[in-house]
């Protein structure tokens, strides 16, 4: 039977797109679930700040009725800008093992970048840095995150038949937590401390945190601008993005360096895995999923690194100590076992060298690729 693409329209269609994966992955056990909530504020025009700048349309692919593919076509208007590049970027990318899917759920996006102008197609991207992002291409033995994207091997496979290559890869490590802070990794952090004046925020109001939250987040535009097609967020995406974290902050899984001045120079942002619990609820907060969810937020032994970075100013001197410090000591107090870190870019240096003093072995990679279109 035919493919047939239809153009994402109306609510209903809108709930398809993102129900897809649910049935295709109904049997892995590594695949976990995305918020519903998540997606419906990421999708919609009205509720996701980067539409301010990004245009989206997302296609549903249809075998008579069953749905059977998906896709997102995304142009960031301000990527392109920064980046001097004309590329469209593809997202929320699930289909059967069909060749026949795949090629016209692509072919669709790359018509489309072509009748807007575009050079190339890229991806998988979301709207912004924050959305997952990457096809998986190692370590499908284990289990995602709700930050990260998850997928079958056969995608590669179909990726390749139809001509896109690799543009970029992220690596995600995982680390065993030592039972005691190192004594050098202590010392070295107390001199860092004194020798560039910067400390360890100490926990503060909810009110207070936000000022601390909307820092954190122009450090993270500081520090990431130097990376594979980031652009930075605007003051709206970052007050979006604080009023979601801010819930969900716990002083002992977060670190926030300040200089003297009051200013974010330095953070690093983890919390419990709540893959297992994503995957009890289905990916919804309710009748009962926020069970499953808080149960698994007060849950230590896993830990997810959501994102840590420095202020390029700051830099190669040693803030990595002051962060790992207060972490190693807190992931002790609370019995956590091993931490998984956030992808990071191949050539994104400055954030392997966080990572200095503890030895990690390779946990998943995650690859954007891209076609040139004639």
């Not at 649910?22 to 997606?39: G, I, M, R, T």
């Not at 759920?105 to 709207?127: D, H, Q, S």
């Not at 190692?138 to 290559?165: A, C, K, M, V, W």
């Not at 802070?181 to 004194?194: A, G, W």
Request: glycine residues 6%.
């Amino acid at each position: 039977m035919t493919v047939t693409i239809l153009e994402v329209n109306s609510r209903k269609e809108l709930k398809d797109f993102i129900a897809f994966p649910e049935k295709l992955y109904k049997d892995s056990p590594n695949w976990v679930n995305a918020l519903w909530k998540d997606e419906y504020d990421t999708l919609l025009k009205d509720k996701n700040p980067a539409f301010e700048y990004c245009e989206a349309w997302y296609f549903i692919a249809k075998r008579g009725r069953e749905t059977v593919g998906r896709v997102a076509a995304i142009v960031n208007h301000n990527a392109n800008r920064d980046w001097n590049e004309l590329y469209m970027r593809y997202g929320w990318f699930d289909f059967i093992d069909d060749f026949e899917v795949s090629e016209a759920l692509m072919r669709k996006v790359e018509e489309l970048a072509i009748k807007m102008g575009m050079t190339a197609v890229n991806g998988p991207l979301g709207f912004t840095d924050m959305d997952r992002e990457g096809m998986l291409v190692e370590g499908f033995e284990n289990r995602g995150s709700f930050t990260t994207l998850y997928n079958f091997p056969y995608y590669i496979n179909h990726l390749d038949r139809l001509g896109y290559i690799k543009d970029a890869d992220w690596h995600q490590r995982e680390f065993d937590v030592p039972g005691e802070v190192p004594e050098k990794l202590r010392q070295y952090s107390q001199i860092v401390q004194k020798r560039y004046n910067v400390s360890l925020l100490k926990p503060v109001s909810r009110k207070q945190l936000r000022k601390y939250g909307i820092g954190l987040f122009n450090a993270y535009n500081k520090a990431f601008i130097p990376l594979y097609g980031f652009t930075p967020l605007t003051e709206r995406q970052i007050e979006s993005y604080v009023d979601q974290f801010i819930p969900m902050i716990n002083f002992d899984l977060v670190a926030i360096v300040i200089n003297k001045e009051d200013e974010v120079v330095a953070f690093a942002v983890t919390m419990p895995s709540i893959s297992m619990a994503l995957k009890k609820s289905g990916g919804k907060l309710f009748p009962f999923g926020f069970i499953h969810i808080l149960k698994a937020l007060h849950s230590y032994e896993l830990v997810d690194m959501l994102m840590i970075g420095v202020a390029p100013e700051y830099q190669k001197k040693g803030l990595n100590a002051v962060i790992f410090d207060h972490l190693n000591t807190s992931f002790i107090k609370l019995g956590v076992k091993k931490v998984v870190a956030n992808p990071q870019l191949d050539d994104n240096t400055a954030v392997h060298n966080i990572f200095d003093y503890y030895t990690g072995k390779p946990f998943m990679t995650r690859r954007c690729f891209i076609k040139h279109l004639n």
